[in-house]
């Protein structure tokens, strides 16, 4: 059956000097590919339970940062643990 294929063109280029240097044709070369393949094993490897860090809450947040402004917990996450008056916020957390 004849077929056409959207190839890469260096793909190409590689599988056509495989084929020459293997002394096969183009065609071959990509059926024996295919049958392969389609003969592999699945590789559907099931993963065990991953462990994911939890954090305790022991320390908590640095006084004056509002969780609830991301503006505050970004300018607080670039001031290197220093938390200036600047962005403690009234209506949050002290």
Do not use: W
């Not at 280029?13 to 059926?31: Q, S, V």
């Not at 392969?36 to 022991?58: D, E, I, S, T």
């Amino acid at each position: 059956m004849k077929t056409t294929f959207d190839l890469n063109d260096r793909l190409l280029a590689e599988a056509k000097a495989f084929a020459a240097e293997h002394d096969t044709t183009l065609t071959r070369l990509i059926e024996e590919g295919l049958q392969l393949r389609m003969r592999a094993k699945p590789q559907n490897k099931k993963r065990g339970a991953v462990r994911l860090p939890v954090f305790n809450g022991r320390s908590g947040l640095a006084r004056g940062v509002n969780p609830l402004s991301n503006k505050c917990l970004y300018e607080a996450s670039e001031s290197e643990g220093v938390v200036p008056k600047s962005l403690s916020d009234p209506a949050g957390l002290p």
